[in-house]
């Protein structure tokens, strides 16, 4: 039995290994995708951060020389140039004269609410301009013998609880799902090429004429995906940990970092995963009846741990999810990097049902491999 | 030794094989003859139990291939219709695979595999993937595998299809060093040519069902003919899907 398991074994990983496109499926998503969250990271970095400097153009600046100097100091300065931000700040004839005579004196800020990029920059001048003004009364109390005090009868003070890897909940998510979907992508090809695939170029009769078990066969075959997944998983973590070094954490305010352990622990929850995920794809590809076929039904049947992923990246229903096969990992090592503790019982319930899933589907490929209409994709 | 003994399948609204019995001996060369669609791939697919028969028995060496699949199958070699090559292995490694599954060592198959290198005179192409081959060197290939492990019984289906000339004389010669050497050999075929020169016996079979049996010159008395393709056509009743 397992001698003829390893020659089978030996025989289907020769045949990946020299099959180009199962490679580069393994080599595209390790090399591509923890580069592409790397893309993704430094997006989200320009998007949150505002520059530094932010040049608006500031009308009739002579009216308000004071003010001026103030949004200076807080990095809005008049400029021109390429980093023109579309926000105009006009300060009215009357202004010095108003300031005078303690009126409100009016400065108009010119700028399109509904632009979502604008909005930080825009909220920074506004911010700026209170800044001012309340200095502003500050100085005008302080002046009539009043304590600036008494106008602020509430004082809100903000605690943040959040640790730093915990505020980047959602990133960590999209992270994660991004190591773990290594073990659907880097199978796949493998997966359809020697079960669909196997069929249509007529071997799965003469391999099914020799004296073998339908088990053999099937273990072989999933032995072998499973073998090609983990690669895949493990050169994606290892990109990972490598790639994700050159992001800017600091100015995000957390940090993924891909650690040693990351990578032993994600390989361990991911291995039941990876078996699930290639019984799956030879299942389905048994039952179609050609390679186009099978590839069709395959990306149907990456939609579902892929909805679970993202579920569980939104944080939605966590308390089911995490007893589910994908998301119940995916759970597990996003505490591990938040630095929680991992909750054990959910953890093993929802590897014992991926592993009880992948034995089903196995049990039902060895039932397929008897039966006629599976043989010759009647 | 095969035996089939009233063996019935349907597939489909077709009765595919009809109450079908012979006997193929070993030391001997038997055609299975008929024209397309006589159920012979059926036939030969229930012998190696891909097909479960909705009657009768199938037995290799006395072995009922429904009881003990596993142990039929060991003294079995099949030459299948297409070849079901492994494109991205080499001869080398696709014969003694084959020869591993079948039953042999490591050690055992590497040696049986040089054997039927030799054998089929493979050595210019052995170490080259089979990607790309011609027709000739696929058959070759593909007839390596079946015999490669020494089984008693030896099943061709169509072996002949596509081949030039030098591929099918060298096929007959192997399948006569065969008979010599005391396998049986049974194989199917719809080109009478093939099966008049090579054959000790002739199953002609029609509709599922075991029409005469007898060496080429018995079938010819027969039916009163000089050819065995005017005997063949006379037995069969119709001219339909033969090929000269």
């Known amino acids: 039995m397992m001698k003829l398991l390893n020659t089978l074994l030996k025989k289907e990983l020769v045949d990946a290994i020299r099959d180009k496109r199962s490679v580069m499926a393994v080599m595209y998503y390790a090399i591509g995708s923890p580069l592409l969250m790397c893309g993704i990271f430094f997006m989200l970095i320009n998007k949150f951060s505002s520059p530094s400097d932010l040049n608006i153009t500031i009308k009739k600046s002579q009216n308000a020389p004071d003010l001026v100097r103030y949004l200076e100091s807080r990095g809005i300065t008049h400029g021109t140039g390429e980093d023109l931000k579309a926000i105009t700040l006009t300060i009215s004839h009357d202004f010095a004269k108003d300031m005078n005579q303690g009126k409100p004196a009016t400065v108009t800020l010119i700028a399109d609410n509904s632009e979502q990029k604008l909005k930080s920059s825009i909220n920074r001048v506004q911010r700026a301009l209170q800044g001012y003004s309340s200095e502003m009364a500050s100085l005008r109390l302080i002046a009539r013998g009043i304590n600036p005090a ?3 009868p509430i004082k809100v003070v903000m605690e943040d609880q959040a640790t730093k890897q915990s505020k980047g909940s959602f990133i960590f998510g999209v992270a994660i799902l991004s190591i773990i979907y290594a073990v659907f992508i880097c ?17 799965l009769t003469l391999l099914l004429s020799h004296p073998l078990s339908t088990r053999q066969i099937v273990l072989s075959k999933v032995l072998a995906v499973t073998t090609l997944a983990m690669t895949g998983l493990l050169l994606t973590l290892l990109v990972s940990k490598a790639a994700y070094t050159i992001v ?15 990578v032993v622990l994600g390989c361990l929850l991911a291995l039941p995963i990876a078996i699930m995920a290639s019984t799956l794809q030879l299942f389905v590809s048994f039952f179609a009846k050609s390679f186009k076929e099978a590839q069709t039904y395959i990306s149907f049947t990456l939609f579902v741990p892929m909805m679970l992923s993202i579920a569980t990246s939104y944080d939605l229903a ?5 007893w589910l096969p994908v998301s119940g990992q995916q759970q597990a090592l996003m505490d591990f990097i938040k630095g929680k503790a991992i909750d054990m019982a959910p953890l093993m319930a929802s590897n014992l049902i991926t592993l009880l899933l992948s034995i089903g589907l196995i049990l039902g490929m060895e039932k397929a491999l008897k039966s006629e209409k599976t043989i010759f994709g009647l | 030794m095969i035996e089939v003994k009233h063996l019935s399948k349907r597939i489909g ?10 006997k193929a001996l070993n030391g001997q060369i038997t055609g299975l003859l008929g024209p397309n669609g006589a159920g012979k791939t059926t036939c030969l697919r229930t012998l190696f139990g891909l097909l479960q028969p909705d009657d009768g028995v199938a037995e290799i060496d006395g072995i009922d291939v429904r009881k003990d699949p596993i142990a039929a199958k060991q003294q079995l070699g099949l030459f299948p219709d297409p070849f079901g090559l492994y494109e991205r292995l080499t001869p080398r490694e696709y014969i003694s695979y084959f020869a591993e599954l079948s039953g042999l060592s490591k050690a055992q198959a590497k040696d049986a595999t040089e054997r039927a290198i030799q054998m089929l005179k493979l050595d210019d192409i052995a170490d080259r993937r089979c990607k790309g081959f011609s027709q000739g060197q696929r058959m070759k290939t593909a007839l390596a595998q079946a015999i490669v492990h020494q089984p008693t019984n030896v099943i061709l289906d169509e072996p002949t299809r596509g081949l030039d000339v030098m591929s099918t004389r ?4 192997n399948l ?3 008979k010599e050497q005391g396998h049986c050999v049974l194989f199917s075929s719809h080109v009478m040519q093939e099966v008049a020169a090579l054959c000790d016996q002739v199953i002609v079979m029609a509709k599922g069902k075991v029409v005469a049996v007898g060496s080429p010159e018995k079938l010819c008395e027969m039916a009163g003919e000089t050819s065995l393709e005017e005997a063949f056509i006379k037995l ?3 001219d339909e899907g033969i090929a000269a």
């Open chain 1, 150 to 152: 008494v106008v602020q």
């Open chain 2, 13 to 22: 609204d077709v009765q595919a094989l009809d109450d079908l019995s012979f």
């Open chain 1, 318 to 322: 966590p308390d089911t999810l995490q």
């Open chain 1, 248 to 262: 800017p954490w600091q100015e995000l305010g957390f940090t993924i970092n891909v650690s040693f352990e990351f």
């Open chain 2, 236 to 238: 069969i009743g119709s």
């Open chain 2, 170 to 173: 060298l096929l007959r010669s």
């Open chain 2, 176 to 178: 006569q060093q065969l």
């Open chain 1, 187 to 203: 199978g796949m090809n493998h997966a359809i090429d020697t079960s669909a695939g196997e069929r249509e170029r007529n071997s």
